[in-house]
């Protein structure tokens, strides 16, 4: 897999952080409930040692995700000059007014994506529509349920 994975430079500070907690804290974990599973003697009947090998294989294919991303990780820089200033790109935020309602979005690649913090993916409906708008442009959303939604550019920051 050669894909780049977008990222901010806060995302991937946070993804390499993550990998490290992981690689150093998490690890001594798990490895000290395996010794300790191991220490009540017959493994074959043994829940504790069952739930820390499922724990360790979750743990190392975590390991694995996000060794991958910070691999094929591409930065994102927010671009702010004066030609893109009003216009919606990756890594900065569109304050935007759908209905009554106003959310403010920061535009990121899929692997640093939370929608409950206000981080969309560029790949996401919302989004995707949202790259290269311009403040005052209004454009419409066919969201997954097939119903539509327009949102007003209100601001980019």
Same mark, same amino acid.
């Given at each position: ?36 599973? *191991? ?113 007003? *550019?209100?601001?980019?920051?």
């Amino acid at each position: 897999m050669s894909e780049e994975i977008l990222l901010t430079k806060e995302g991937y500070a946070a993804k390499v952080a993550e990998l490290e907690e992981l690689t150093t804290v998490k690890r001594a974990e798990v490895a000290e409930r395996l010794k300790e599973a *191991i220490s009540y003697g017959d493994i074959s009947e043994n829940a504790e040692y069952d739930s820390a090998k499922n724990e360790q294989a979750e743990l190392e294919e975590r390991i694995g995700v996000i060794e991958n991303i910070i691999k094929h990780a591409k930065i994102i820089e927010s671009k702010s000059g004066r030609a893109d200033k009003d216009k919606v790109t990756l890594g900065r935020k569109a304050k935007v007014k759908t209905g009554r309602e106003q959310f403010e979005y920061m535009i990121v690649g899929s692997a640093e994506a939370d929608p409950f913090e206000g981080k969309l993916s560029n790949e996401s409906p919302v989004g995707a529509a949202l790259l290269g708008a311009k403040v005052g442009d209004k454009v419409m959303v066919t969201l997954p349920d097939g119903s539509n939604a327009k949102y007003e *550019i209100l601001s980019v920051g």
